[in-house]
Nanobody
Framework: VQLQASGGGMVQAGGSLRLSCAAS????????MGWYRQAPGKQRELVAV???????NYADSVRGRFTISRDNARNTVYLQMNGLKPEDTAVYYC???????????????WGQGTQVTVSS
């Protein structure tokens, strides 16, 4: 499985960005997909996850501002980020596996990461 993320960049606080991640290879539509992020000096944290059936879950810090969605026909996951804050600055990684939870070591498939920088 290969994951290719895109859509990162630099934006001012309050702005929006949309991340995309296309999966290829031996991926099952039954896999969950999600986004992790890692800020400088911090551990990776789960941002959002979406099950194969479309059930979503979010970190408390982004709930109400970020929206995760997926297009199973295209094996693509999206992360719409609105109301961005400087503390959202991080490298964002898309992930997929049979289950995507809060423990990054349990996840087998990672994208290459895309930088999101939010200036104040």
């Amino acid at each position: 499985v290969q994951l290719q993320a895109s859509g990162g960049g630099m934006v001012q606080a309050g702005g929006s960005l949309r991340l995309s991640c296309a999966a290829s290879g031996s991926i099952s539509s039954r896999y969950a997909m999600g986004w992790y992020r890692q800020a400088p000096g911090k551990q990776r944290e789960l941002v959002a996850v979406i099950s194969s059936g479309g059930i979503t879950n979010y970190a408390d810090s982004v709930r109400g501002r970020f929206t995760i969605s997926r297009d199973n026909a295209r094996n693509t996951v999206y992360l719409q980020m609105n109301g961005l804050k400087p503390e959202d600055t991080a490298v964002y990684y898309c992930v997929t596996d049979t289950n995507v939870g809060i423990f990054p070591d349990d996840i087998d498939f990672w994208g290459q990461g895309t930088q999101v920088t939010v200036s104040s």
